[in-house]
């Protein structure tokens, strides 16, 4: 059964994805530092003309760190080999879930636009200071500090 739609917390927040939902947070540590890949969202989608996470809904019985993945396949196109899980930080509104699912990759890479989810300025690498300098998604926004802080 298919888990795409809308649905409320009991936060009362209004959310996409049934049962949940996920988003993969690529990092890679290089000799410029450490950089994170970003999405930027289309102005036709929810909280959109912001950055974000690829990701999306989970399907049913569907673990995060699957979903993010699947979902940033289909928003990506491709995601290198050699991809190491390091944590995922899930954001529990009570009915109702957001996980960033964080993984390391060995080297940056050309994210190619391959959804009508994604903005004009595609994805880009970022810093943790150009991240700060651009509009969030707002729940990506509300989690991105604790993120960083678990991840440091």
């Known amino acids: ?8 917390c009991s936060l009362g927040h209004r959310h996409w994805g049934l049962v949940g939902a ?7 540590d290089g000799p410029d530092g450490r950089r994170f890949l970003l999405q930027h969202r289309s102005v036709d989608v929810h909280h959109g003309d912001t ?8 399907g049913h019985d569907e673990s995060a760190e699957d979903g993010a993945l699947r979902e940033a396949t289909e ?3 491709d995601l290198p080999a050699g991809l190491v ?3 995922t930080f899930v954001d529990d509104h009570g009915g109702w879930a957001y996980s960033t699912v964080v993984v390391r990759s060995p080297r940056l890479f050309a994210a190619d636009d391959h959804g009508w989810e994604t903005g004009p300025e595609g994805f ?4 943790a200071d150009e991240i ?4 969030l998604h707002a729940g990506f926004a509300a989690t991105w500090p604790a993120v960083l802080e678990t991840i440091a």
């Not at 996920?22 to 890679?28: D, I, K, P, R, T």
């Not at 950055?51 to 989970?58: H, N």
């Open 1 to 8: 059964m298919d888990a795409d739609g809308w649905t409320h």
């Open 75 to 77: 928003e990506l196109a």
């Open 85 to 87: 899980h390091l944590t």
């Open 132 to 135: 700060a300098a651009v509009p």
């Open 51 to 58: 950055w974000a996470l690829p990701g999306g809904a989970l």
């Open 22 to 28: 996920a988003g993969l947070l690529v990092v890679h």
């Open 124 to 127: 880009a690498w970022l810093t």
